[in-house]
């Protein structure tokens, strides 16, 4: 994970805030809810990306309206919009009926 600020290791032991390079940005259909594996952080997914040695990935934005980048091994979405529901997968197999 990668969020702004952060100071990596050089060779000869200096730091440097080497932002990553990312290629093909597209926005979410819609923001989505998800967590932090490591830390159960609730962050806000706005976009996926390319980032070398780490894709696919998100963009996201924390709790304190900082953005980050995270490969998707690092975060669980967590949003009832798109993580599958056992009530909507009954309603679909009788072809759109309503569950009772």
Known sequence: ???SG????QE???RQDEAPMI???APLPFPLEAKLDATGETVTLLQTCDWPDHSPSNIGVDQYGKQFIASFTELTVT???VVPNEQANRVRSRGGALAR
Do not use: K, L
Request: hydrophobic share 10%; aromatic share 6%; glycine share 18%.
């Open 1 to 3: 994970m990668y969020r």
């Open 6 to 9: 952060q100071q990596h290791r």
């Open 12 to 14: 000869g032991g200096g």
């Open 79 to 81: 949003d009832h919009r």
């Open 23 to 25: 290629s093909q940005a």
